[in-house]
């Protein structure tokens, strides 16, 4: 099993919007996304890992 560590250098790289560095990346819903943090501007975003969900049918 990998270490926290090891995931962190597998996930994609992501550049702040803003900003142009390197946002700082960690596995949040039970490790189905990926949480971008800007640490100079505080801009976040967050991404999907594999694809997406079929919508739901009513």
Request: net charge positive.
């Amino acid at each position: 099993m990998s270490t926290p560590s090891t995931v962190q250098t597998e996930l994609p790289d992501r550049l702040c919007t803003w900003c142009k560095v390197p946002m700082k990346k960690r596995l949040v819903g039970g490790r189905q996304f990926v949480h971008y943090t800007c640490p100079k501007c505080v801009f976040q975003h967050t991404t999907r890992l594999g694809p997406k969900l079929p919508p739901p049918k009513h």
